[in-house]
Structure formats: C-alpha cells, structure tokens
C-alpha cells in the first residue's frame, strides 16, 4: 500500500499538470475563436464562458486520457533516470505488478470518461447550441459591440455604437441604418448620443431607447430625405421565440442512441463507449514504453508514444466516420480497433520474456569444440 500511494500521488500530480497544460491550450484556441464571432457582433461578450464552459466536458473527454498517457511516460521516466524503478524493483516489484498498480487509477479515471462522455457531454452540446442558435438568432439590436459594425443576415438594418459608459448600461453615439420594407430603395437613418435597453416586465416585450438624436429618411441620389429630432425613441426588439437546434447524434442521449437501430445512432455509442475502454488500454501501452535507459533521456520514446496515441485515437474516429455513412460494417462497428492495441501493450508488457524465450540457446561447452 505504501508503494501504491507513493505511485498514485506521483501519477496524480504529474497528471494534473499535463493536463491542465492541455486545457489551457485549447481553451485559448476556442476562446479566440469565440472572440472572433463577438466582434462580428454573431454572439454577446456575456455568453462566451458560458458556452465554452458547456462545451468542457467534450474537451475532457478527449484531454484527459492523453494527460493521463503522458503523465505515466514523465512520471515513470523520472523514475528509471532517478534509478527509483531500480529501488522498486529489488523490493520485488516487478513489471507486471507495476502494470498492475497503475490500472487502479486508470480504472478510476476510466469511470470519469464515461460519466462525461455518456451523460455531461451530450447535455452540455445541447446547452452550447441552443445558447449559440439563441445569440445567432438575435436581431441587430441586441448584440452591439462599440466600434464595429453590424448586420442582420437579411441585410436589412446595419448598426454601429461608439463606445459604452464604464457601468455597461449605457452606449453612447449610436447609429441605426434600416431599409423600408414597403419601397426599396429607400432608406432610414437614426443617430442619438445614447442608447439603453428597456424591458416591459408585464409583457416580457424588449425595448431600445435612443436619446437626443435624429431620424433621416429617404432614397440615395435624390432630394426628398426628411429629417426629424427627438429626445426619446424607442425601437422594439423582435422576439425571436425560443431556440430549437437541430438533432444530431453528438447531442443525442445516451439512453437514446440505444434504442436507436441506424448506423449513425449506434457509432456514436460506441465511440462514447470507447473513450473509457480507451484509458485503460492506453496505459497497458504506457507502462513498459515509460521504460527508458539514464543514458537515453526521459524524453527518448515520447515523441513516438505519442504518434501511438494519435493513430489509435485517429483510426476511431476514421471508424466512427465510416460507420456512420454506412461503409462500414454495424454488425463489425469500431470496437475492432482496440484489438490490435490491446495485443501490442500485453507484447510490450511481456518484451523481456518474449526475448529469452526466443533467443536461440547457447551450445554446450563440450558441443561447441
């Protein structure tokens, strides 16, 4: 027990630490992404960590078995260069019982994958797209960013604020360009020093309030624009009505996808079924490749470790893919891809016994004359 403690918290904290390296690199990928679409004015500033925070456990799901595959490889290599594996091993500890020892907190984290990625994940996917569908569905008014302009997808309005007061309520230096419906062509103007919104807490209804401003309206080219001031105009904001987002396999539920007998429906749960068979196949293969020699370095074999891991999580997704347009098999499905690996990690956890029995035995003293 002594031993395995001393183990788990050196793989727990070496894990942690990869990981979160991990995280926070795709966290910063998708959080510029996400910023790219608020200053397009697609969605608000307010719900970018909400939707990315929705979108975490897929990111997990897929982070944490490879931190937990790199984690093995540094901790146990540190371990060899250090000569603890030396130490362990004249305490009788030998390969198959390290192997052994490390399926413990595999096993846990294996139970971690499945919770996300049979139940947290799909929740989460329909939580970010319907937040998503929300933002997109939104009118022209209701996602303003200072300094960038914006336009409905019918190009029929184009707004513009300058800038917005330090407490967030008010915008200041505002411009709303709409074209009238009833004759093309022509064209209205509003300009006011500022801008707030305005709810109706009796009909829900939602209300832009523009200041001390001025409304011009007319046709480009021609003479007959019209101009009026005001001190208070209000623009009501559409209700879209509430956000439906299409069904897909990825936001299905689980309990769903087994009832459900297409092809489509049935790679996808064995994909969520794979992400936590794949952990405590990934640490068989960790285990003896974490084997390094002091003179090699610790970080000889984690280059091609690594091009393991993708291949493998490569090959189940180029599965899932096939299956899901019917090239291959359901009755065959993507759980054939864990075979070879299972059988490459019991040959490299078994090398050295392989070895001597394969090597050829030497001639006897009186043979050899």
């Known amino acids: 027990m002594i031993i395995y403690r001393y183990l788990s918290r050196q793989l727990f904290w070496t894990t942690i630490a990869v990981s979160s390296v991990l995280v926070i690199i795709l966290v910063c990928g998708q959080f510029v992404r ?3 679409d608020v200053a397009a004015g697609k969605i608000g500033s307010d719900v970018v960590f909400l939707v990315m925070a929705y ?8 982070i944490l078995p490879l931190g937990l595959f790199l984690g093995v490889m540094l901790c146990y290599g540190r371990m060899y260069l250090e000569n603890e594996m030396v130490v362990l091993e004249a305490s009788g500890m030998g390969p198959n019982r390290l192997t052994a020892l490390t399926m413990i ?21 329909v939580e970010s797209e319907l937040l998503t569908e929300e933002q997109k569905r939104k009118s022209g008014l209701e996602v303003l960013t200072p300094g960038r302009f914006h ?4 190009g029929d309005m184009v707004t513009y604020i300058e800038s917005v007061t330090n407490d967030g309520d008010t915008m200041e230096t505002v411009f709303i360009v709409t074209q009238n419906k009833d004759i093309p062509g022509r064209l209205s103007l509003v300009r006011a020093d500022t801008a707030r919104y305005r709810g109706n807490t009796d009909t829900g209804a939602k ?18 624009f019209s101009r009026s001031s005001f001190e208070t105009y209000e623009i009501k904001i559409n209700d879209p009505g509430p956000a439906k987002i299409d069904e897909e396999y990825d936001n299905t539920a689980t309990l769903a996808l087994w009832d459900d007998d297409r092809p489509g429906a049935q790679a996808e749960l064995q994909w969520r079924l ?11 293969l960790a285990v003896p490749l974490s084997k390094v020699n002091p003179r090699q370095g610790r970080y000889l074999k984690l280059l091609p470790s690594i091009m393991i891991h993708l ?19 359901a009755e065959l499905g993507i759980m054939w891809v864990h075979i070879p690996f299972i059988i490459l990690g019991v040959l490299l956890n078994n090398w050295s016994t392989l070895k001597l029995r394969l090597r050829p035995e030497a001639p006897a003293i009186g043979e050899r004359s």
Do not use: C, H
């Not at 291949?311 to 098999?329: C, D, F, Q, R, W």
């Open 34 to 36: 996400f910023l790219t």
């Open 55 to 62: 979108q975490m456990p897929s990111m997990l799901q897929l």
């Open 105 to 125: 907190p595999a096993l846990m984290m294996a139970g971690l994958i499945g919770f996300l990625s049979f139940y947290l994940s799909p929740a989460g996917w």
């Open 151 to 154: 336009s409905t997808k019918k």
């Open 207 to 224: 209300f832009l309030v523009l200041e001390n401003g001025t409304r011009d309206e007319g046709s480009p080219g021609e003479g007959d």
């Open 274 to 284: 794979s992400l936590a068979l794949l952990v405590p196949i990934v640490v068989l």
């Open 311 to 329: 291949v493998y999580i490569t090959l189940l997704m180029s599965a899932k893919n096939a299956m899901e347009k019917g090239k291959l098999p």
